[in-house]
Structure formats: C-alpha cells, structure tokens
C-alpha cells in the first residue's frame, strides 16, 4: 500500500515540477521566474527525497541536503540582484 502511494506523489509532485518549468519559461517578468526556479528546487528535493525512499536506500540524502543549500543562496543571490543590482556589496 505505501508503495502505491509513494508512486502516486512521484507522480503528482512531478507534474507540479513540470508545471514549475512552465512558469519558468513564461513568467511574465523577472521575480516570478526567480519563485518558479526556487519552487522547482524544492520540487527536486522532493523527487529525490521520494525516489530514495522508494528504492529504500539512504544515499541520495546527501544530494537532497546539497540541494536545497545550493538553491537557497541560488534564490537569496538572484534577489538580491534584482533589487539592488549587484550580489556583492
């Protein structure tokens, strides 16, 4: 039972991914397509957090936790130049 419904929210959470991608290609400006990448890393977190409990291992952890580092300061970085125009003060 729990594997049907860990194939089911495979399923769902990658079609919210897609339509993620969506919005990433035609956001009508620059902030929606900066949320659209921030909602599209979570969704990668949580394909991959999804596939590792599916095939039962405890390695693709790691790549969860790099990944959801590497997309916050991804995020943080590209609003911060949008509002000030530059990254580094």
């Known amino acids: 039972m729990i594997t049907i419904a860990l194939y089911i929210t495979l ?3 990658g079609l919210a991914a897609l339509l993620n991608v969506y919005r990433l290609v035609q ?3 620059a902030p929606d397509r900066i949320l659209a990448l ?14 590792d409990l599916v095939l039962g291992t405890r390695l693709y ?3 969860a ?4 580092v590497t997309g916050f300061v991804g995020t943080v970085a590209m609003a ?3 509002k000030r125009g530059s990254v580094i003060e």
């Open 11 to 13: 399923t769902l959470v």
């Open 27 to 29: 956001g009508p400006d």
């Open 38 to 51: 921030d909602t599209l890393y979570i969704n990668g977190i949580a394909l991959i957090i999804l596939l």
């Open 61 to 63: 952890l790691e790549v």
């Open 65 to 68: 936790l790099l990944m959801a």
């Open 80 to 82: 911060k130049y949008l």
